[in-house]
């Protein structure tokens, strides 16, 4: 099984702040890496796709970037719905798909 | 717009069983492998189970192979999921999530599934 390991755990970012996400697979995934975010009490929604495209509606302020083993969400100018859980999660070994545990964005 | 409507979770002893229900709309779900998703209390999501578009090829996670079975009924745009000999442990929000070749695009709200004792 490919293990996913985001850091930090949590990201204590202010408003307007950039915040960088990291995601390393435990072997090389292509470029076959999504992110999600997670709201409370919602389903995860699909933010990027292929590494770095965006999914439908998703702002151009989160941007995606990696490939191999280490990936990178950046989200260049944090908004207050911007602040969540993040997961990655690779595609590679259809169809066991692993998740990450998660990165908390919260206010500072 | 995709829809995607589970049902079917709640309380139920270690050993017992449930039956997960998910209504599909909004696309041609007969043309779509669906899967089951679970995410336990803080953490991150689980893959548990995926069906062809067909009905006729099935996945598990090693965790629930043997006590779980997933099935559809596409004149019904329906994914079901039997949970047999559950366990503390599968405590969790069950979703049914639509794969393409890019990841989940779509999910359902989810349904809750508690075991305890």
């Known amino acids: 099984e490919i293990v996913m390991t985001q850091s930090p755990a949590t990201l204590s970012v202010s408003p307007g702040e950039r915040a960088t996400l990291s995601c390393r697979a435990s072997?090389?995934?292509?470029?076959?890496l999504a992110w999600y975010q997670q709201k409370p009490g919602q389903a995860p929604r699909l933010l990027i796709y292929?590494?770095?495209t965006r999914a439908t509606g998703i702002p151009a302020r989160f941007s995606g970037s990696g490939s191999g083993t280490e990936f990178t969400l950046t989200i260049s100018s944090l908004q207050s719905e911007d602040f969540a859980v993040y997961y990655c999660?690779?595609?590679?070994?259809?169809?066991?798909?692993?998740f990450g545990q998660g990165t908390k964005v919260e206010i500072k | 717009e995709v829809q995607l409507v589970e049902s079917g979770g709640g309380l139920v002893r270690p050993g017992g069983s449930l039956r997960l229900s998910c209504a599909a709309s909004?696309?041609?779900?007969?043309?779509?492998?669906m899967n089951w998703v679970r995410q336990a209390p803080g953490k991150g999501p689980e893959w548990v189970s995926y069906?062809?578009?067909?009905?006729?090829?099935?996945h598990y996670a090693d965790s629930v192979r043997g006590r779980f079975t997933i099935s559809r009924d596409n004149p019904k745009n329906s994914l079901y999921l039997q949970m047999n000999s559950l366990r503390v442990e599968d405590t969790a929000m069950y979703y049914c999530?639509?794969?393409?070749?890019?990841?989940?695009?779509?999910w359902g709200q989810g349904t809750l599934v508690t075991v305890s004792s």
């Open positions: 999530a639509r794969a393409t070749k890019s990841g989940y695009d779509s």
């Open positions: 909004g696309f041609s779900f007969s043309t779509y492998g």
């Open positions: 069906i062809g578009s067909s009905g006729s090829a099935t």
């Open positions: 072997q090389s995934v292509s470029n076959n």
């Open positions: 292929g590494a770095s």
């Open positions: 999660q690779h595609y590679d070994d259809w169809p066991r798909w692993t």
